[in-house]
Every structure is written in structure tokens, then in C-alpha cells.
């Protein structure tokens, strides 16, 4: 299996609201990345999570909260949002977090987040 | 400090033409390099990698890549465009802080 799952695929919620998005991967990664890409742009790390710790967080806002149950799972929990939080979340793994640059990173579908 | 820049933020092209998309890296450690395809609102898909080795990378849907070093260059082409070659491409460089360093992309246009 070399796939990264993503739910749901579509998110609207309103500013008030608690969400959470979903990624998977049974491919035995043990790094785990969240990214945030607006339309055109390169997608921009948000937090990397190595062998279930947080590894990196590119100061993201604390209405982004990441979460590692497992290895193969990784979940963004989502509060209090602005507008300007609508865009693409996607998820990658890789092997390890590759400190030499050598690991690609693998990406899910992503989920199409739209902050009301 | 590493970077990557995409020349060409929009290339349009025939279809059956050749198709090559630049990309340049600044890195003061040997670097990997990797080129990624996004069709429209899906995730990023990895087209091929240079690591170590031969210069001249081949990867998936007939696509290729040279690395030269002396010009800093990492660019991908293929023989001959098909409509679904369509989509937006990223060059991106492995950091050696694990993280990737992706170019600002080049949206590639086949015309019929």
C-alpha cells in the first residue's frame, strides 16, 4: 500500500466551529507532515511530526492543533478559524524525516477546507 | 541557505511538442532534487528524484530530468506533450533540515 488517505475530502465550517481533518498511511513512514497550500502556490509545512513527536512547527497559529495517535495516523484539529484559513490541507509521509533531503515525501488527495 | 527557482511561472505548449520545465537550486551540500506533478484539486504526485548516481533521472508518464551541477539545474522535460500533461508542476529541493524546499511552480498549458 502506498497511499496516504485524506477525510473528509471537502470541509465548510463556520469560525466558531471545532473540526478535525484525518490523514492515514500504511506504508511504515515514520514522518508525518501537514501543509497548507493556497490556489498556485507551493504548499507551505505547517508541522512535521517524527517517529509520533512533534518535530517542527513553522509558527503556526495555535487554531491549528496536530495530533499523532499512532504511526500511521496523523490529524489536524481545527478552532476558531478565519477566513483566510480556507485552502488546501495536505498530508505527506516519508520514510524518516531525512535530515540529508533524500527522503521524498509521499501526499495524500488533501482536504479543501472553506472557512465561512 | 538552499532555494529553488522555477523559471516560468506559466508555459504553454503544443500538443506532441516538447515539453521543458527550468528549475535552478542554490544548496551548499549536494543536493536531492525532486520534481512533483498536481493535476487540479488533487495532492501532489512524485514524477522522479535525483539522489545520487546518473545524471539524467527517468521517471513516470515518460518525463525526465537531467542534473547538472555545473549550472545548478534540474530540468524536466518529454519528448512530446499530451493533454493530460496539463498541470502544475513543482521542483523542490530535500533540505537538510528534512524539510522540502519547493519552487514557486510552473503551470503547464497543452494546446490541441
Known amino acids: 500500500d502506498t497511499e496516504v488517505t485524506q477525510t473528509p475530502k471537502h470541509l465548510v465550517m463556520g469560525m466558531t466551529n471545532k473540526k478535525s481533518l484525518k490523514c492515514e498511511q500504511h506504508m511504515g513512514h515514520r514522518a508525518m507532515y501537514w501543509y497548507k497550500q493556497k490556489a498556485k502556490k507551493p504548499p507551505e509545512l505547517m508541522f512535521v511530526y517524527s517517529y509520533e513527536k512533534l518535530s517542527i512547527n513553522e509558527s503556526v497559529p495555535s487554531r491549528f492543533s496536530p495530533e499523532c495517535p499512532n504511526s500511521s495516523l496523523l490529524n489536524l484539529h481545527l478552532h476558531a478559524l478565519q477566513p483566510e484559513d480556507s485552502a488546501l490541507y495536505l498530508c505527506?509521509?516519508?520514510?524518516?524525516?531525512?535530515?540529508?533531503?533524500?527522503?521524498?515525501?509521499?501526499f495524500g488527495p488533501g482536504t479543501r477546507l472553506t472557512v465561512l | 541557505a538552499q532555494s529553488v527557482t522555477q523559471l516560468g511561472s506559466h508555459v504553454s505548449v503544443s500538443e506532441g511538442a516538447l515539453v521543458l520545465l527550468r528549475c535552478n537550486y542554490s544548496s551548499s551540500v549536494p543536493p536531492y532534487l525532486f520534481w512533483y506533478v498536481q493535476y487540479p484539486n488533487q495532492g501532489l504526485q512524485l514524477l522522479l528524484k535525483y539522489t545520487t548516481g546518473a545524471t539524467l533521472v527517468k521517471g513516470i508518464n515518460g518525463f525526465e530530468a537531467e542534473f547538472k551541477k555545473s549550472e545548478t539545474s534540474f530540468h524536466l522535460t518529454k519528448p512530446s506533450a499530451h493533454m493530460s500533461d496539463a498541470a502544475e508542476y513543482f521542483c523542490a529541493l530535500g533540505g537538510n533540515t528534512g524539510k522540502l524546499i519547493f519552487g514557486q511552480g510552473t503551470t503547464l498549458q497543452v494546446k490541441p
Open positions: 505527506a509521509s516519508s520514510q524518516d524525516r531525512g535530515l540529508a533531503g533524500y527522503n521524498e515525501q509521499f
